[in-house]
């Protein structure tokens, strides 16, 4: 499977404040997914990130707080912007591989913490 | 709304035992499934996947049973060791109209598998 490298691994943030979250890809993939993981809770996909096109978001997630960057096919880049400690997630980034690509891969995560 | 979920939020199990985690979902239309494992300070892991053509497919020590009738998804560890202790999720690709969007996964709640020596 492809290997997925997230920076940084995990970051303690002021409110108001802004994050970039980056994924490296090794391998060059069509779609990338940006999902949350808020504490004890599962994962909710916050948008899909096409090599040039505009991300496509999920119910609940806007590009003003959530920009997203896809400047080629093996990065994108996840801004969590004004930040509150709402925002306080793990914040993963995913690929899917497979022969209908079907399978999704996911990086180490972003552990943001927001005070 | 649609929802993956799991019966049981915690299972512990001793050393060499076999464990069970389940999954309910509510999507009758969803036509892949994946488990995944996380542990602590890390990414879902996949684990091993099931097309909904097929009800029964095994892995290393691992087997996932899918049962479309009652809309429930299983997911067996044999011989579990320490190193299974993780949080599971069951995660499934509910078909859109006009076709299918792999990648955009719907999550179960999780399970936490705390196996003891």
């Known amino acids: 499977s492809a290997v997925i490298s997230q920076k940084p691994s995990r970051d303690i943030c002021q409110r108001g404040t802004s994050l970039t979250i980056q994924c490296q890809v090794d391998?060059?993939?069509?779609?990338m997914f940006w999902y949350r993981q808020q504490p004890g809770q599962s994962l909710t996909l916050i948008a899909t990130?096409?090599?040039?096109?505009?991300?496509?978001?999920e119910s609940g997630f806007v590009i003003d707080k959530f920009p997203i960057s896809r400047p080629n096919l093996t990065f994108s880049t996840l801004t969590v912007s004004n930040m509150s400690p709402e925002d306080s997630s793990i914040y993963l980034c995913?690929?899917?591989?497979?022969?209908?690509?079907?399978?999704?891969?996911f990086g180490s995560g972003t552990q943001l913490s927001v005070l | 709304g649609e929802s993956v979920g799991l019966h049981l939020p915690t299972l512990s199990v001793q050393e060499g035992d076999n464990s069970i985690i389940n999954c309910a979902y509510s999507?009758?239309?969803?036509?892949?499934f994946i488990w995944y494992k996380q542990e602590s300070g890390k990414g879902p892991q996949f684990i091993i996947d099931?097309?909904?053509?097929?009800d029964k497919r095994q892995g290393q020590r691992v087997t996932v049973l899918l049962n479309k009738t009652v809309k429930h998804l299983s997911l067996q560890i044999a011989a579990t060791q320490p190193g299974d202790s993780a949080v599971y999720f069951c995660?499934?690709?509910?078909?859109?109209?006009?076709?299918?969007?792999?990648?955009?996964?719907?999550f179960g709640q999780g399970t936490i598998l705390t196996v003891h020596p």
């Open positions: 995913s690929v899917n591989e497979g022969s209908a690509n079907e399978k999704l891969f």
């Open positions: 391998s060059q993939v069509t779609m």
């Open positions: 990130a096409n090599q040039g096109s505009e991300a496509t978001y």
């Open positions: 999507n009758s239309a969803s036509d892949y």
């Open positions: 099931i097309r909904s053509n097929m």
């Open positions: 995660a499934e690709n509910p078909r859109k109209t006009g076709g299918t969007s792999y990648g955009k996964l719907t």
